[in-house]
C-alpha cells in the first residue's frame, strides 16, 4: 500500500522541452519507434540546442537510440552530450541504455540534470533509491497498446504500463516520461487517455511524449495533467514555433492537486492553510 501524504503542484507552469534523439551520431526521428523508419535532420545537436535556448526553452531532452538498443553508448554520442552540457546553457534530461546505478551517478556526474531509466524501471526498488538519493532520476514509460516497451521499445517488458507505474511510486519514483509510442513522430496529436491514467498515479512531474505536433496538441497535454511536453519532430520541421508552443503552455498550465495516493482509495490528508 502507498504511503498518502498531500502533494503540492509544481512552482511553476508546464515546460515544453525540445528532443534530440541521437542514431548513428545523426539527429534523427522514428516514426512509432521504429528503426526501420528514420527521419534524419541535418543540424548540429549544439547549435540546435543553443536555438531552443533562444527560444526560451530550458530543458533539453536528449536521447541515444543506439545505447536504448545495444545498451551500448558510442564515443560520438558521449561527445555530443558532454559539448552539451558544457555549452549549451541547457538543463539536460538524457535517455537511452542507462541500465545500472553506476551509469546514473557517471550521468549525474557529468553535468546531466535529469536522468531517465527505461529497461531500468524493471527494479522499481532500485530506481525508487536512485530517485530519493539524487533527487534527479525520473522513470521513463514507453507504452505500446497498454503495455511496457523496453530495450529501445523494441521488446515487450511484460508489464501493463499502469501497474509498472504503480509499483514504481509504491517504491519511491515521484517523476515519470510516458511515452505514447504508436504516436511518436506521427503528429497526430498527443495520448489524452494515457496522459490522464498517469496523472491518476504519479505524484510529481509528468513529462509527456509522443504525437504532439501542433498548439493544441500542446495545450491539450498540460490540460490533461502534463507537467511538461516533449517536442521531436515539429521543432526539426518548422511545423511548431517553439516560442509559440511555450507560450501556449504557460497560458495551459494550471496548479492542480497530485492525485490521491495507493489504491486504497484513501485521500491525502488536507494541505496546510497557511
Do not use: N
Not at 504519479?202 to 498548439?215: D, F, H, Q, T
Not at 507537467?227 to 508552443?245: E, F, I, M
Amino acid at each position: 500500500m502507498l504511503k498518502c501524504s498531500w502533494e503540492p503542484p509544481p512552482p511553476s507552469p508546464a515546460e515544453v522541452i525540445p528532443a534530440l534523439d541521437l542514431l548513428g551520431g545523426r539527429v534523427v526521428r522514428l516514426v512509432e519507434g521504429r528503426y526501420d523508419r528514420v527521419t534524419e535532420f541535418p543540424v548540429d545537436p549544439l547549435e540546435a540546442a543553443r536555438g531552443f535556448a533562444e527560444a526560451g526553452a530550458r530543458w533539453l531532452h536528449l536521447v541515444d537510440l543506439d545505447a536504448a538498443r545495444s545498451g551500448i553508448t558510442p564515443a560520438a554520442h558521449a561527445a555530443v552530450l558532454e559539448r552539451l552540457v558544457e555549452q549549451s546553457g541547457m538543463r539536460l534530461q538524457v535517455g537511452g541504455g542507462v541500465r545500472s546505478a553506476d551509469h546514473v551517478e557517471r550521468l549525474l556526474g557529468a553535468g546531466v540534470a535529469r536522468v531517465m531509466v527505461g529497461s531500468l524501471a524493471a527494479e522499481p526498488r532500485l530506481v525508487g533509491r536512485l530517485a530519493a538519493a539524487t533527487g534527479a532520476v525520473a522513470a521513463a514509460v514507453d507504452v505500446l497498446g497498454g503495455r511496457v516497451r523496453v530495450a529501445g521499445w523494441t521488446r515487450d517488458g511484460g508489464v501493463a504500463a499502469g501497474e509498472l507505474v504503480r509499483r514504481l511510486v509504491d517504491a519511491g519514483v515521484r517523476d515519470l516520461l510516458v511515452t505514447a509510442i504508436d504516436r511518436d513522430g506521427t503528429g497526430t496529436g498527443p495520448d489524452l487517455a494515457l496522459i490522464g491514467e498517469m496523472r491518476e498515479h504519479v505524484p510529481g512531474v509528468l513529462i509527456a511524449a509522443g504525437g504532439v505536433a501542433g498548439e493544441d496538441g500542446v495545450a491539450a497535454a498540460v490540460r490533461a495533467g502534463a507537467d511538461a511536453v516533449v517536442l521531436g519532430r515539429a521543432v526539426h520541421d518548422g511545423s511548431l514555433d517553439l516560442r509559440r508552443a511555450l507560450a501556449v503552455a504557460t497560458s495551459a498550465w494550471m496548479p492542480r492537486p497530485r492525485p490521491r495516493c495507493g489504491d486504497d482509495g484513501i485521500d491525502p490528508p488536507a494541505p496546510p492553510s497557511d
